[in-house]
């Protein structure tokens, strides 16, 4: 190692999931939309003015956060925008967890959690799930640095109620709570109306999956103006200017279309709710996902095995290697048409196995 | 304060050159570049697929450090790409300044290098700048945790030589050197080259000034495979897609078109050449920028109230309330019409403050 090699930050990245560039793949790996987004979403985009690309964004993104905040009932001044909901986790992570207390989440969670942790050297401990992948709320009532809950959680796609959350907020308002709602669209209780009343409540959310905009980078934060603030100046202490052009008029369009978001979340929940019940008949064993995604295991086959048969069939899903879950898929509900294809495969690949 | 507010990390911002809403304004305050970007990049964004817009996009962004690889003729695998070069140095302060020992850069230089400092609790000292507002190449040579400098250096746009710049990476090779080279295309010489000799020095370039593109937030890094590869594994420990569809394409296009390029430089340093001999007749003291920005102060009236007077005129520039500089202006190069205007309204102006 070069002497220079020595002061370097060593991270250990988060995996995403792969992009192939195959074409003809149905891609259920990355709990992408099958459906494109709004169309007023391109019409914004065509009528991008070379103007705005000449000059510096708003660095407020107003357009965008009033956009949110307006489909929220609930004042600009309580939402922050980001690229992606990443970038917003990322930053109040910077921003919230700076205590010598460990940082509370499930073991069994979205898996880039312990890597902001570390990459921010913020002590942390998780949290084993019950034995069904149910979250224990008197395991958040010790002493802690802050707390970080996926609603509903990834990749089991479980949501939790409403009055075990605020409860776990209840007994912790000494501390920042984040509760990451990336998938709240597709059936869960949002908190966002419960930011009016605890000022330590963080809510996050995205558009890349509910308004099929994961291409733009968009996400959002919405809690207490004190909490917003906070995060904005560490913001301005990163990067003026995290939203571009293009991304402030795309998503501001996605958000005003709530005519096509209703419809195409109600078909994608439509096509979960069956693809359970197919799933279950070809000997799936399946979680009550609330997301747009399903998370299962077969009661004779291997995950990895089934991983592999689809990968060569061309259907990618998402198989994690880590404790607990190495024997579970994680499948993105697609069209009904790619789902379709899937149980087919599946019927057949597994009375080929049986055989 | 509330308890949970005593571990929230507090940031002094950077403040961003306002970008006010009234139109008809000459705005000079923030680099931005007074020509369109290439026509190809409405073209690229006009041709925008739906599918790519639901789809992530690609982590690496290979379609944008492609172009930027090839265009200066070196490896891929030596480009990163941010959210703008202040992405890219924010990434780079948190990846290579891990020392106990301060961090070095000029005293007056951009002002966003002690903001990142503080964010990430780096130690950093600065360095006077002579009374000519050039870097002294001897006040880099003592120990230290990593140095940057701004070359052209903002807000002077005064240039090193290359022999001077390289004489502080020889001397220090045990630290990770970054070049900020925001404004190189205005008439530095670029370290680009030296990369390939140096394994410790990084490269921040950024399409937003030269290339007319600040509202897409696209910057770039150029360095060794090894250093690029730590600054990759941090970006993918904070977010996996920084770089939205829209950014790949249009920063794409725009490297593309080098015939458009070379031509709106040209115009913007001609622009340039001759505001400066303008301003000199004006009774004003004039660096000698290699930037898209003059850097001037009147022998006689006080910059606070020439930028007043600007202001209310319709005509903004940017004016730093800080030692050393309190009596300048930083006037960003526009259109010969826009410079026109401003140096007939300063030469009245004058005239009558004298009268």
Do not use: C
């Not at 000022?199 to 291409?215: C, D, H, I, P, Y």
């Not at 077969?298 to 689809?310: C, M, P, S």
């Not at 259907?315 to 607990?324: A, E, G, H, L, Q």
């Amino acid at each position: 190692m070069a002497s220079w090699e020595e002061n370097v930050r060593k991270a250990v990245p988060y995996t995403p999931g792969e992009q192939p560039k195959i074409a003809n793949i149905i891609k259920l790996n990355t709990n992408e939309n099958p459906y494109p987004p709004s169309p007023a979403v391109l019409k914004a985009l065509r009528g991008t003015d070379v103007e705005y690309l000449r000059r510096y964004p708003d660095p407020k993104s107003f357009d965008l956060t009033e956009a949110f905040a307006r489909l929220n009932g609930i004042s600009p001044d309580r939402v922050f925008a980001g690229v992606g909901s990443d970038d917003v986790l990322a930053m109040s992570f910077l921003t919230f967890f700076n205590s010598d207390r460990p940082v509370l989440f499930p073991d069994i969670t979205y898996s880039f959690y312990d890597v902001w942790a570390d990459l921010f050297r913020i002590p942390y401990r998780t949290v084993p799930l019950d034995e069904n992948f149910r979250i224990v709320k008197e395991d958040y009532y010790g002493e802690n640095g802050g707390i970080v809950i996926a609603n509903p959680n990834a990749p089991t796609g479980i949501a939790m109620k409403q009055s075990d959350l605020r409860d776990i907020i209840d007994r912790n308002r000494d501390v920042v709570v984040i509760v990451d709602e990336a998938y709240i669209d597709f059936g869960g209780e949002s908190l966002l109306g419960l930011t009016a009343e605890y000022e330590n409540l963080l809510v996050v959310q995205t558009l890349s999956k509910s308004r099929a905009l994961a291409g733009m980078r968009i996400g959002f934060a919405a809690g207490s103006e004190k909490l917003i603030r906070y995060l904005n100046d560490v913001k301005y202490s990163f990067n003026s200017y995290t939203m571009n052009d293009s991304a402030i008029r795309a998503g501001a369009a996605a958000l005003d279309d709530r005519e096509y978001f209703e419809y195409t979340r109600g078909r994608i929940i439509a096509t979960r709710e069956r693809s359970k019940k197919e799933m279950e008949k070809l000997g799936f064993i399946v979680t009550d996902s609330r997301s747009n995604f399903l998370f299962v295991r077969h009661k004779e086959a291997a995950a990895r095995d089934i991983f592999h048969a689809l990968r060569q069939a061309g259907i990618i899903v998402r198989y994690f290697d880590k404790p607990r879950i190495d024997n579970y898929l994680r499948i993105t509900v697609g069209t009904d048409e790619q789902m379709d294809t899937l149980f087919a495969f599946l019927a057949s690949w597994l009375k080929k196995e049986k055989a």
